[in-house]
C-alpha cells in the first residue's frame, strides 16, 4: 500500500482559544479553494463541517472550474459561484459578491482559500463569525484564526484543511477520501467515447499540469510508454486529458499513435473528465489537478513527482504508485526548472511502463524513489 500521508503530531491551535459554536447556527458560507488538485484535498474538511452542523445550510462559494468538484462530493446544499472573470471582477465586482453574501444572513464563515481577499469579502458581507488560517496577514479580519504553524505547512494537504477546521470544534471525519459521481455525471463519459471503448483496456494520460513545466514529465516520454503499453496490451485504447494549454504535450502523444489514441484535452468540462477518468483501469499523470480526481475515484494512478512534494501533494486513495527520483534540488517547488530538469530527466520510459504494468496485474500499490 501506498505510504500513510504524513499528519500533524500536535493539535493547532485558535487565537484567544476559541471554538465555534455548535448550537444556532443555520446557514454556514464555506470559501472553497481555487485550483481542481486543493478542491479534492479540501473535501475531508468540507465533510467534517457538514458533519459538525447537520442540520445548517452550508453553501459553498468557488470558482466555475472547482465548482463541480464540491457538487458530486454532496455535502453542501448550494453552490455560489465567483464569477471572476465576470461580473465579480476587480474592486466593485467584490463589493457586489459581498452585497449579494450579505443578503443571505450567514453567521459564519469558513475559509479554506488562504488569501486575504477571502477575509476581506466575508467581512464586508457582515458574516459575523469568520474562521480560517492566519495566512496572507489575515488575522485581524478573522473571529477564529487558526495558527498556521510550519509544522502545518509540512503535513500532506488534505491534513492541512482538516487539522484547520479540527482546531476550530469540527467533529473528526478522518482523511480517507472517496469521490462517488452521481449517475448522471458518470453517463456523461459515453458520447465522449467511441463504441469500441466498452470491449477495451482504457489507459488514461494527463501529461499536463497547470503549476508550469517544472512539473511535467516529457510528453516524448509519455508517447513511449503509451506505445510500450499498446504493444503489450493489444486491447488497450489510450486516452489523453486535459485542458487546452495541455493540446501541444497531447498532441505530440497522439500523433505517434492515430488508430489506438483518443485526444480529449480541452474537450471536457469538469464533469466530463470525472466521468472519463472514473472509467479508466489505470491513470498515468503528473501532479496535477486530474492526478488528484483519478485518486479520489479510487482509479489506480501513476504519478509523476519531479519539483513538488508527494508527502504534500500525493494522491488521496491506496490505489497510487508514485515515482520520483530523490535528488539534491527535488522538492524545489518551483514552476521552471532553473538547472537542468534532472528529477524528470532521471525517470525513464521503463520504469513507467513497468508501474503500469503492475497496476494492471494488481500487484502491491507503494511509492517508488530510485
Excluded at 43 to 56: C, D, E, S, Y
Excluded at 151 to 156: G, K, L, M, P, T
Excluded at 206 to 228: D, H, L, N
Amino acid at each position: 500500500m501506498q505510504k500513510e500521508k504524513p499528519a500533524l503530531a500536535a493539535p493547532l491551535k485558535v487565537r484567544g482559544d476559541k471554538r465555534l459554536p455548535r448550537e444556532g447556527v443555520d446557514r454556514i458560507l464555506i470559501r472553497g479553494t481555487n485550483w481542481i488538485g486543493d478542491a479534492v484535498m479540501t473535501l475531508p474538511a468540507v465533510a467534517a463541517i457538514r458533519k459538525t452542523w447537520p442540520q445548517a445550510r452550508i453553501a459553498l462559494l468557488a470558482k466555475p472550474w472547482v465548482a463541480d468538484i464540491y457538487r458530486e462530493a454532496g455535502d453542501v446544499d448550494n453552490l455560489i459561484i465567483f464569477e471572476e472573470p465576470g461580473r465579480h471582477a476587480g474592486p466593485m465586482g467584490k463589493l457586489l459578491l459581498a452585497q449579494e453574501l450579505r443578503e443571505r444572513r450567514y453567521a459564519m464563515a469558513i475559509l479554506l482559500q488562504n488569501a486575504i481577499e477571502a477575509a476581506i469579502i466575508a467581512r464586508l458581507a457582515r458574516i459575523p463569525l469568520r474562521a480560517g488560517y492566519d495566512a496572507d496577514a489575515r488575522g485581524w479580519l478573522l473571529t477564529h484564526a487558526v495558527q498556521r504553524t510550519k509544522a502545518a505547512r509540512r503535513v500532506h494537504q488534505i491534513h492541512y484543511y482538516l487539522e484547520m477546521v479540527k482546531a476550530l470544534g469540527c467533529l473528526d471525519t478522518g482523511p480517507e477520501l472517496c469521490l462517488a459521481l452521481r449517475p448522471a455525471t458518470r453517463t456523461l463519459a459515453d458520447p465522449l467515447l467511441p463504441g469500441a471503448a466498452a470491449d477495451s483496456l482504457l489507459v488514461g494520460m494527463a501529461p499536463g499540469a497547470a503549476y508550469g513545466p517544472a512539473k511535467r514529465w516529457p510528453a516524448e516520454r509519455f508517447a513511449a510508454v503509451a506505445a510500450t503499453l499498446l504493444r503489450d496490451y493489444p486491447e488497450a485504447l489510450i486516452v489523453l486529458l486535459g485542458s487546452e494549454r495541455d493540446r501541444e504535450a497531447t498532441d505530440v502523444i497522439a500523433a505517434t499513435m492515430p488508430a489506438r489514441c483518443l485526444n480529449l484535452a480541452g474537450r471536457t468540462s469538469v464533469r466530463e473528465v470525472m466521468a472519463v477518468i472514473a472509467r479508466c483501469r489505470v491513470f498515468l499523470t503528473n501532479d496535477s489537478g486530474l492526478m488528484h480526481i483519478a485518486g479520489a475515484l479510487n482509479v489506480p494512478t501513476v504519478a509523476i513527482f519531479g519539483s513538488t512534494n508527494p508527502d504534500a501533494t500525493s494522491p488521496p486513495g491506496g490505489r497510487n504508485i508514485i515515482i520520483r527520483k530523490p535528488v539534491d534540488c527535488s522538492p524545489c517547488l518551483k514552476t521552471v526548472c532553473p538547472t537542468d530538469f534532472r528529477c524528470m530527466k532521471l525517470i525513464d520510459v521503463a520504469e513507467v511502463a513497468a508501474a503500469i504494468n503492475d497496476v494492471l496485474a494488481e500487484r502491491t500499490f507503494t511509492t517508488r524513489e530510485l
